[in-house]
């Protein structure tokens, strides 16, 4: 094998391995499934390079193609580069003072077996100090009843932040129908309403580091006019997948017209 059907070989095989165990617990989604058919698009051109190149060298026009791609994907990996740099100022400007704000959201990311997911931890772990120095701002959890579950995402979150850090339950609101970070800020507004703060104020909201970006474009396409953006860290273990697959989410986003 030449050095780059190795590499290729290698990457499309770690891909596929890792889209492969997220489609396994649930999580198909374009964010999954398009690096599952980039990966198995190396790993055929790593264990077939020679054949692939001797069949396009045989048309002109196929050839073209071949090599369009490849150029199409080298754009597309600026594209992710550029992302990644968005991000990461975004995750820094996030680690800024809050400041005082009506309303602290905090959006779900999963749970099992009734606990939150380390991911979900994280964001609630982040969420909590916020909590406690502005006792005013009106708080919600946010997160709807999976497949199989008895208990809303919400009431495990605040459940979470009652049983870790002493705050009472008839303190947090929960929010306990969406499915979609789009849900979870639509769903929120009514909560929000009921209690009389407009979507116009300073209204914290607590995601993960990765998710951002993301989270913000949603928060002020709904009409959310000052959105505070509070960023927990990803674990090691998965962030640079977390930030691959949000990737494809952001772009899913806006091709669904989120923002």
Not at 173 to 193: R, V
Request: glycine fraction near 8%; include cysteine; charged fraction near 15%.
């Amino acid at each position: 094998m030449m050095p780059v059907q190795v590499i290729l070989t290698i990457i499309g095989s770690l891909i596929i391995v890792d889209c492969t165990i997220l489609m396994a617990v649930g999580k198909v989604n374009f964010g999954s499934v398009v690096p599952f058919l980039v990966g198995m698009v190396f790993v055929a051109h790593g264990i077939f390079w020679r054949n692939i190149i001797r069949f396009i060298c045989q048309n002109r026009w196929l050839s073209r193609l071949w090599y369009g791609l490849w150029i199409v994907f080298f754009i597309w990996l600026i594209s992710f580069g550029i992302f990644v740099y968005a991000l990461q100022q975004q995750i820094k400007q996030s680690a800024k003072p809050i400041p005082k704000v009506a309303a602290i959201i905090v959006l779900g990311s999963g749970t099992v077996a009734g606990k939150p997911t380390p991911t979900l931890a994280k964001r609630l772990d982040t969420a909590a100090p916020l909590i406690d120095s502005q006792k005013s701002a009106l708080v919600i959890t946010s997160g709807g009843t999976g497949f199989g579950q008895k208990r809303s995402e919400a009431y495990i979150m605040a459940t979470y932040l009652y049983d870790t850090y002493d705050i009472p339950l008839k303190h947090i609101l929960q929010e306990g129908q969406s499915t979609s970070t789009a849900e979870n800020l639509i769903y929120s507004q009514e909560i929000l309403a009921a209690k009389g703060i407009s979507i116009k104020a300073p209204i914290a909201i607590v995601t993960s580091d990765f998710h951002i970006i993301r989270a913000a474009n949603i928060a002020r396409h709904q009409g959310y006019v000052q959105p505070i953006m509070l960023a927990s860290p990803t674990p090691l273990s998965i962030r640079y997948n977390a930030w691959f697959r949000e990737y494809f989410a952001f772009v899913s986003g806006w091709l669904f017209g989120e923002y």
